[in-house]
């Protein structure tokens, strides 16, 4: 359990150091902040902007609200502004499509549930062999 602790522990600076370095990297204009915009960062934590296929499909996908890419911060994170005006549209986008998004790809809490569950049958294989083996637990 201890493990565990210390895992979400360093997951959880991992956050708080990647919000305090978007802080640090993102700069707006006057103009953007007393302009027509608004703005969003989109995160993979699985690094999926690093392949490019992936990271056009994301672009093409943000595209129909009306974002453009502003940065890619990293293989894990995107900045991309829009019109405030694009807002009146939002209702016409296609069903299933979130505008406001900020997260690509499997979730922090989706990625520790996969992983929890990995490590339930890795340790229900091993009881299996020990008692196919031993004939007993």
Do not use: C
């Not at 405030?84 to 406001?100: E, W």
Request: charge should be negative; aromatic fraction near 8%.
């Amino acid at each position: 359990m201890g493990g565990a602790h210390v895992a979400a522990h360093y997951a959880a600076e991992q956050k708080k150091q990647h919000n305090l370095e978007e802080e640090a990297m993102t700069r707006y204009t006057a103009e953007d902040l007393n302009g027509d915009w608004e703005f969003k960062i989109i995160r993979s934590i699985t690094s999926a902007f690093k392949r490019p296929d992936v990271l056009q499909n994301v672009l093409e996908e943000e595209r129909l609200g009306g974002w453009e890419l502003v940065e890619k911060f990293d293989d894990g994170r995107l900045r991309l502004k829009r019109p405030k005006s694009a807002r009146q549209d939002d209702p016409m986008l296609p069903a299933g499509y979130d505008p406001y998004r900020t997260q690509y790809g499997i979730s922090e809490g989706g990625l520790a549930l996969w992983i929890v569950l990995g490590i339930g049958i890795a340790i229900a294989l091993v009881m299996g062999t020990v008692f196919l083996i031993t004939g007993s637990l």
